[in-house]
């Protein structure tokens, strides 16, 4: 059974950072993305990493996320840096099924429960 255990959330600044983190267990090692949802939004896509490492961004979050994985702890991180309050939503970890095609764009796999991300101006 595949598990995802998320954490890092909270309340900060315009300007601000923030570390989210997504631990998965009962499954192998795949790729893993973030997305997130505003009040009244649809889910969009953030940032993935495939197994591989290749990274991949929104637009909008561009030069100021990163994302990284410890394949090691079956671990994957998003960092945020320069915080806006239009990033403010539930983040939520993704995992894709093995031998499964990654279409970041088409969200699938698992989810994690989700962490507010509040930025305020």
């Known amino acids: 059974q595949v598990r995802i255990e998320e954490s890092g959330g909270g309340l900060v600044q315009a300007g601000g950072s923030l570390r989210l983190s997504c631990a998965v267990s009962?499954?192998?090692?795949?790729?893993m993305g973030w997305y997130r949802q505003a009040p009244g939004e649809q889910r969009e896509f953030v940032a993935g990493?495939?197994?591989?490492?290749?990274?991949h961004y929104a637009d909008s979050v561009k030069g100021r996320f990163t994302i990284s994985r410890d394949n090691a702890k079956h671990t994957a991180y998003l960092q945020m840096n320069n915080l806006k309050p239009e990033d403010t939503a539930v983040y939520y970890c993704?995992?894709?099924?093995?031998?499964?095609?990654?279409?970041?764009?088409?969200?699938?796999?698992?989810w994690g429960q989700g962490t507010q991300v509040t930025v305020s101006s």
């Open positions: 993704n995992y894709r099924r093995p031998f499964t095609p990654v279409t970041w764009s088409t969200p699938s796999g698992y």
């Open positions: 009962g499954s192998q090692i795949n790729a």
């Open positions: 990493i495939m197994r591989s490492a290749s990274t």
